[in-house]
């Protein structure tokens, strides 16, 4: 069983910052891709970032200059730094793995249970 957990959400004013984790845990053989998604009420759950296992990042165009995505490969986790947060971040985060659970096996999708950031005053 493998399990993507999130950490970090919660309530900031606009112009502050949060940090979410995601700590990847279980039988897994090895991690590819990690990222970060969002979905707001009643939108589309869209990218937010993404990072290769060799560091290669990109970002959704509303965030760049303002989130950053870094991953720590020892601890299986992926982190999501946000800065001058705005109101529109307001959304709940998901956090998403491309992985591989035993050696030669495929590569597979997995996703966080999803955690809430919320930006307002």
């Known amino acids: 069983q493998v399990q993507l957990v999130e950490s970090g959400g919660g309530l900031v004013q606009p112009g502050g910052s949060l940090r979410l984790s995601c700590a990847a845990s279980?039988?897994?053989?090895?991690?590819?891709?990690m990222a970060w998604y969002r979905q707001a009420p009643g939108k589309e759950r869209e990218l937010v970032a993404h990072i290769s296992n060799s560091d290669n990042t990109n970002y959704g165009d509303s965030v760049k200059g303002r989130f950053t995505i870094f991953r720590d490969n020892a601890k299986r986790t992926v982190y999501l730094q946000m800065n001058s947060l705005r109101p529109e971040d307001m959304a709940v985060y998901y956090c998403y793995a491309d992985l591989r659970r035993v050696f030669g096996g495929a590569v597979l999708p997995y996703w966080g249970q999803g955690i809430q950031v919320t930006v307002s005053s």
């Open positions: 279980g039988s897994i053989f090895s991690i590819n891709a």
